[in-house]
């Protein structure tokens, strides 16, 4: 497929950008409307908060379907159905009547909203030169952060206004923009060419896939770090309790500065690439995740621990980003398969991470634990950087 100018490409991030960050919205969208949907179904709390998972976890296990699905009928158009699906599902959520229904269709339409940001991935390597695909690809990653961080807070404070089902109807009118968004663009972007569905020949691809070195670094490389690092969310405000600093309020500003620092990374990356190159990026990135780690086992002040946060979010970006790069590169003829993989190995880790870093304080303690993520984290960017993850092809 042709490759993009660098004007095409800023217009090929908005428009991507655009559907990532309205599914990325409406995933964080039921966290702060816990309380209000649990006394308007009559329902536990517990139940109520399935609804956050019942979205992300349906996401994650389509995504091996989904990837080779845009590789045989095109990966926008594939996208702009998925995108259009998630909009109907968001709108149907909104005149849900039973909790059921609701966990319904969340499920639905996480289901749907898989289709898109690592079929985005895919399209960028087909359509941005390699040379400006890293800065494009953190761009796409401002907007995809964004809807994250807004859709909790703006759920939050319109809640009080619209009512949740307000909140989840202007969800669905975001995703339906975004598709109209697409579907202009997409009658302006060269065709994609089609052919038939095989799943023997999608079984084949991601067989292949995982016999390709370059590939596995990837997958166990983001696997890695997903575990390491969202495992340690829940534990945030425990550890500040630990250390007399707060509880979950103070624990949400600590993760907000996560988010942020993701928006940092975004703003120095065409420096940090220019002046480093990406091999001592992800070296330093793995630097400040490990600086991170051993900063929250002893931090005496909340400003630190919020200053933790966001270094935390800045290394691991500089880390995250530049995987997915280098998965848009791995299977240049299974784009859709091989970014679809990266986010299904990215997902399954913080699935896991949880238990696995609960595991290792019951065993440990919650200090060692933590400086062991640091040793790890260090370990994984010099590998990625400078060692077999950045050599191997």
């Known amino acids: ?48 908060a399935l609804l956050g998972a019942a979205y992300t976890l349906p996401f994650a296990l389509i995504q091996p379907i989904l990837g080779p699905v845009g590789d045989a009928y095109g990966k926008q158009r594939v996208m702009l159905i998925a995108l259009a699906l998630t ?66 807070f703006v759920s939050g404070l319109l809640e009080g206004y619209a009512g949740w089902r307000g909140v989840m109807g202007l969800c669905a009118i975001l995703a339906g923009a975004a598709s109209l968004v697409m579907l202009l663009a997409a009658r302006r972007a060269p065709r994609e060419p089609s052919t038939s569905f095989s799943p023997g020949l999608a079984i084949e691809r991601y067989v292949t896939l995982w016999r390709t070195p370059a590939a596995v670094v990837c997958y166990a490389a983001v696997f890695v770090e ?36 993701g928006l940092v990374y975004a703003g120095l990356a065409p420096l940090l690439l220019a002046k480093l190159g990406q091999g001592r990026m992800v070296v330093l990135g793995g630097g400040l995740v490990a600086l991170s780690f051993v900063l929250f086992a002893f931090a005496p002040w909340l400003a630190l621990f919020i200053l933790c946060g966001l270094l935390l979010g800045t290394g691991f970006y500089m880390i ?32 896991v991470g949880v238990a696995v870093f609960g595991v290792a304080t019951a065993g440990l303690g919650l200090v060692p634990t933590l400086l062991a993520c640091a040793v790890g984290a260090l370990a994984l960017g010099t590998w990625l950087g400078v060692g077999a993850g950045a050599n191997r092809k």
Not at 330 to 338: D, L, Q
Request: aromatic share 8%; hydrophobic share 55%; glycine share 10%.
């Open 320 to 351: 995250h980003n530049s995987i997915q790069t280098r998965v848009t590169e791995v299977a240049p003829k299974a784009r859709g398969s091989a970014t679809a993989m990266h986010a299904f190995s990215f997902y399954c880790g913080q699935s």
């Open 226 to 261: 997903a575990i390491m690092v969202f495992g340690l969310f829940p534990y945030i405000a425990p550890l500040l309790a630990q250390h007399g600093l707060g509880g979950p309020p103070e624990a949400g500003f600590v993760v907000g500065a996560f988010g942020a620092g």
């Open 1 to 48: 497929m042709a490759q993009s100018t660098p004007a095409a490409s800023g217009s090929l991030v908005i428009t991507l950008g655009l559907a990532a960050f309205a599914t990325a919205f409406a995933g964080r969208l039921t966290d702060p409307l816990i309380v209000v949907l649990s006394q308007h179904f009559d329902a536990s709390a517990e139940d109520v």
């Open 87 to 152: 909009t109907l599902m968001l709108a149907a959520s909104a005149f849900a009547t039973t909790l059921p229904a609701l966990f319904w269709f969340r499920a639905l339409s996480g289901a749907a909203a898989g289709g898109v940001m690592p079929l985005a991935l895919a399209v960028m390597g087909d359509r941005v030169p390699m040379a400006q695909r890293q800065i494009a690809i953190s761009r796409l990653l401002v907007l995809s952060i964004s809807g994250q961080a807004a859709g909790g």
